[in-house]
DNA sequence: GACCTGACGCCCC
DNA sequence: AGGGGCGCCAGGT
């Protein structure tokens, strides 16, 4: 359904993947958390992991993307080493109201953001 | 052009 | 219940 939507949408436009992975990013609501997988899944391109390649480079595409709110399916700060500093993003997330307790996300379940939210 | 790797996640043992 | 393995797709070497 929605998956297939966004199939078409993606082989139509089909830009670099990362610009999918930075749309949805940056439609997290400040003080919420999506995951890899959650992402992956709305785009239903496939993986995960193509999620966290994405992020990886869409720093040189625009460092304002909020990649911080993105973490793993554990509620794990599992990019962290890759920002400016390792501590930055946990910074970013506590300053928008987010409880990181050992680079993990507190009330993971509840603080969890899906795409779907959005309504399609 | 083939092989390896990656900010992950699920299935199987 | 915990650990290991495989799949995913694109880019770099």
Redesign the pocket.
């Known amino acids: 359904m929605a998956e297939k939507k966004w199939k078409e949408k993606k082989e139509a436009a089909?830009p670099?993947?990362f610009d999918l992975v930075y749309d949805i990013t940056c439609l997290v609501p400040e003080g919420r958390v999506t995951?890899?997988?959650?992402i992956?899944?709305y785009l239903a391109?496939?993986?995960?992991?193509?999620?966290?390649?994405?992020?990886?480079?869409?720093?040189s595409q625009d460092t304002t993307?909020p990649?911080?709110r993105?973490?793993?399916?554990?509620g794990?700060l599992?990019?962290?080493?890759?920002?400016a500093t390792p501590s930055l993003?946990q910074e970013r997330l506590e300053k928008e109201g987010v409880e990181i307790r050992n680079d993990i996300v507190c009330d993971f379940p509840t603080l969890f953001w899906h795409p779907r939210e959005l309504g399609y």
């Open positions: 089909s670099h993947y995951t890899y997988g959650a992956a899944d391109l496939g993986s995960a992991r193509m999620v966290g390649w994405a992020l990886n480079h869409c720093h993307i990649a911080h993105v973490v793993n399916r554990k794990e599992s990019g962290r080493m890759h920002f993003m």
